[in-house]
Each structure stands twice: as structure tokens, then as C-alpha cells.
Nanobody, 128 residues
Framework: QVQLVESGGGLVQPGGSLRLSCAAS????????IGWFRQALGKEREGVSC????????FYADSVKGRFTISRDNAKNTVYLQMNSLKPEDTAVYYC?????????????????????WGQGTQVTVSS
């Protein structure tokens, strides 16, 4: 049974940091790509970052480039999203999701319809 479970969200001040975790079960990370998405209140869900399963290639949305880092621990079957220099506009529910590697390099990496399994989400609030 495929499952993705996010954790690590919370309340942080502007300029602060958080690390989100996405624990995967029922499949091996090296065989699939994992993406992080977020959805702010009243807005559409948007892609933030993704990591290709086969070689660990990483991709970032322009809005987070240089501030967020995606990584994985194969032994723990877990993907992380390190978020630094957080801004109020980063406030959202963050989700991790699974797709196939070929979708990541096909130009559809930010299309949430190509992701087949999703976690329940974790709230990130950036506020003073």
C-alpha cells in the first residue's frame, strides 16, 4: 500500500527555517520522483520542488530557488524539504506527491495531475 506522510510544518517568523519530511512506504524512492507542492488559502496548488528518483536530480520553482533545498535519505525512504529565509508568502499547506521520473523531465513536473499519490499535507505559517 502506497503512503506518503508529511511532517515538520509549524509557525515560524519571517527569515526563519523549517524542514519538512515526506515519509514514503509501499514503494522505493529510487524508482519514482517526488514533488513538493503547496496551496495557500484561496489560491491554486503550485509546484515548489521535485526530485528525480533515478539520479536525484532536483528542480525548483523560481519563487523558492536559492531558499529551499530538496533531498532524500534512501535508507529512511524519506524526502526532505529544507526551507530557509521563509517569507509570509510561503504560508500554505505543503504536500508531497509521487510521479514517474519521465514526467519530471517531460515538462510536466509542476502539473499536479501527473502525480498519483499524495500525502495529507502539513501547514506552514510564516508570521511575526
Amino acid at each position: 500500500q502506497v503512503q506518503l506522510v508529511e511532517s515538520g510544518g509549524g509557525l515560524v517568523q519571517p527569515g526563519g527555517s523549517l524542514r519538512l519530511s515526506c515519509a514514503a512506504s509501499g514503494f522505493t524512492l529510487g524508482s519514482y520522483a517526488i514533488g513538493w507542492f503547496r496551496q495557500a488559502l484561496g489560491k491554486e496548488r503550485e509546484g515548489v520542488s521535485c526530485l528525480r528518483g533515478a539520479d536525484g536530480s532536483t528542480f525548483y520553482a523560481d519563487s523558492v530557488k536559492g531558499r529551499f533545498t530538496i533531498s532524500r535519505d534512501n535508507a529512511k525512504n524519506t524526502v526532505y524539504l529544507q526551507m530557509n529565509s521563509l517569507k509570509p508568502e510561503d504560508t500554505a499547506v505543503y504536500y508531497c506527491a509521487r510521479t514517474y521520473d519521465w514526467q519530471i523531465v517531460s515538462g510536466r513536473r509542476w502539473n499536479d495531475r501527473v502525480y498519483d499519490y499524495w500525502g495529507q499535507g502539513t501547514q506552514v505559517t510564516v508570521s511575526s
